[in-house]
């Protein structure tokens, strides 16, 4: 590999590190200390929920901030578009290492946080997208879905870091110092991330395919326009195809993590490196969809994957009450299957747009399904879980799995573009 290549796809991969780094990070503390600082109440279901319910705020910017950085993405390049959303993403998580809690400034700590979600959400709406196509679009012929894993593979990569850290504070702090301050390390270290990621951004080129459609065509003056007109059902079909990657992932991991520590009686740490040990397995899924993909195509391993997820969500309710062997079964199986549903979509979605409204499609379609399958997911199956137990929650995951299915089932012939 060429060192431009190298600095590509780690410039493609360190961002969408930092994003699941960033939002991982958010849904521990989410589930595990943020009900009782920013959101009291009687009731320690009740915290869970509210504090489940502000981990959906950045869901609702996502689509926002695809909009706006798919428009500038379109129309000025992506490099400088992709430096934008990573500090805005970077600098809202860490500005939370600073937030006073409920009891010292009241309701404005839970308004505070909520608005510092959004700004990680709208962030995030420019990142994946412009990690995605800058991949895509340096990959040579034939490479184009093994490029394309590489911002997938930074969902592992996010995972690890916040998920080691928060283990080794479980070990290195009681409960509470862990309540009182040890919970703001994790959003104090993720300026290291952003800075590697700045840094390594900053010493790229604009993409071949950005400066090539420059070069015979003035961008649009309104790419959402462009893309709504001409590009309506395939937008559909790649927001229905970015479901069950989303469900999937939640569902393993913050809803699991909540319902493994209140419902089941793991310790933290014990669930932690459960979860930490399953994440292998969605690299290894990751990387195996990527090479299939370039085999076959994304939407046929998509399609395969999204088939699997019905089988894990069926195999949810006795697995996740069958002990630590069956926990870990579930929560690898359902990662591993993650990588089918999530891996090909870097060289999916872009190719389902021409170069002039890929960035907005892209991002517009990825972000749209993160709504659909992980915004409101953690809350869902908190409240499936208190009204019909868990055995709903993997129902409602097969529900998410078989939109997917019906939205690549109805992908146009001939949608990929190069």
């Known amino acids: 590999m060429t060192a431009p290549a190298s ?70 390049g992506r490099k400088s578009t992709l430096v934008a959303s990573l500090l805005l993403m970077g600098g809202s998580t860490f500005a939370i290492t600073f937030l006073p809690p409920y009891a010292a400034i009241g309701v404005a700590a ?8 959004f700004g990680q959400g709208f962030g995030l709406g420019g990142e994946w997208g412009g990690a995605a196509l800058l991949a895509v679009e340096n990959a040579p012929p034939g490479w184009r879905a093994r490029y394309g894993m590489f911002p997938q593979l930074g969902a592992p990569v996010g995972f690890i870091a916040a998920n080691g850290l928060f283990l080794a504070l479980g070990l290195w702090l009681d409960d509470g110092q862990f309540l009182e301050w040890g919970w703001r390390l994790p959003f104090a270290g993720s300026i290291l991330l952003v800075g590697i990621g700045l840094w390594v951004r900053l010493t790229i080129l604009e993409t071949p395919a950005f400066a090539a459609m420059l070069a015979h065509e003035k961008p649009p003056a309104v790419p959402l326009a462009e893309l709504v007109r001409h590009h309506g059902r395939e937008t559909i079909c790649g927001v229905a195809a970015a479901v069950t990657c989303f469900a999937i992932f939640y569902i393993a991991t913050a809803f699991a993590l909540g319902f493994g520590t209140t419902q089941l009686g793991y310790a933290r740490g014990d669930f932690l490196q459960l979860q930490l040990g399953a994440i292998l397995f969605l690299a290894v899924g990751i990387i195996a969809a990527g090479w299939l993909s370039d085999r076959t195509s994304p939407a046929r391993v998509l399609i395969l994957g999204s088939l699997a997820t019905i089988a894990v969500g069926a195999a949810m309710g006795p697995l996740m009450q069958g002990g630590t062997a069956g926990v870990f079964a579930f929560l690898s199986l359902s990662l591993f299957v993650m990588g089918f549903v999530y891996g090909p979509l870097g060289a999916f979605l872009p190719g389902l747009f021409p170069a002039r409204v890929r960035y907005t499609g892209a991002s517009v379609a990825f972000n749209l399904g ?18 019909y137990g868990i055995g709903a929650v993997g129902w409602y995951l097969g529900g998410a799995a078989l939109m997917s299915v019906i939205g690549l089932a109805l992908l146009p012939k001939g949608a990929a573009h190069e």
Not at 8 to 24: H, N, W
């Open 7 to 76: 600095r590509i796809l780690a410039a493609s991969l360190v961002g969408t590190a930092v994003e699941f780094y960033d939002f991982y990070i958010y849904a521990t503390a989410a589930a595990l200390v943020f009900g009782p600082l920013f959101f009291p109440s009687e009731h320690a279901q009740a915290q869970l929920l509210l504090s489940f319910a502000s981990f959906a705020v950045a869901f609702i910017a996502r689509p926002i901030g695809a909009l706006v950085f798919g428009h500038y993405g379109d129309r000025l």
């Open 110 to 117: 839970p308004a505070i946080l909520c608005l510092l979600r």
């Open 370 to 387: 993160g709504i659909i399958g992980g915004g409101l997911t953690p809350v869902i199956g908190q409240a499936l879980t208190a009204q």
